[in-house]
């Protein structure tokens, strides 16, 4: 990533820490980040719906942004067992990721229920966090680019140029991800980068578009984050489980900076 610009450190922590959990990894993460130039660096932390409120009160500052892992398209109505906009802004929601790999092929959201969940995050005033990746049998077939274009392009169907402004996107290869991924090599996460940036300005127009931070995410780890780091369409990294102390989370976040 270009030096001038800001450097984007995330991490989800699925479906493991507990609300005590989650407020001591973020109130340890909130202490060793401290001195970190706040206008160069956006850390953030998308906790369990439970854990939001909790990891929003010890957060002093807005710094440490905290997300939402989830979140459905309308206010409210018959939706058993899912998360309404109101209720997320309610607890101090400020991040909603979108389309996580998980919520796609295990959960089997489309990309048409995506874009509702988009536009209804923005329409909320949140950031809005759009994750996209292919699956190694696309990658396979030599369709990833087509992947990535067709996710962003119903993902994003309709986001008015000035509320690009709150978009942000993950790549996050599916085969990357998890105890069983691989990591993307540089070259390759280079290229699907590439790929992303172009099809954002295609959408947006090169102002808005080029604006739009990607962070990269699958199996990113202490040994890798600092390479991927520098590739020039990186803005940052999406981590899972390598993140899930805050020591080892301030330790990659450091060997980037
Ligand atoms: P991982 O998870 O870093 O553990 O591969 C990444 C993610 O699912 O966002």
Redesign the pocket.
Known sequence: MPVNKKIYFGT?T?MYKTIDDTVEFVAELQKLTDDIDKDKVEIFVIPSFTAIKDARNIVKCKFLKIGAQNMNWEEQGQYTGEISPLMLREVGTDIVMIG???RRHILGETDVEENKKVLCSLEHGFITLL?IGETMEQKQYGVSDEILRLQLKIGLYGVKHEDSERIWI?Y?PVW????N?VPATKEYAAKMHDVIKKTLSGIFGDVHGRKIPVLY?????MQNASELSKVRDIDGL??????WNAKDFNKIIRSVL
Do not use: M, P, Q, Y
């Open positions: 989800n699925k996580h790999s998980e994750c993950a996050e990357a991800i998890g105890e991924g995410g699958g199996s990113v780890n999406f981590i899972g489980r390598s993140a």
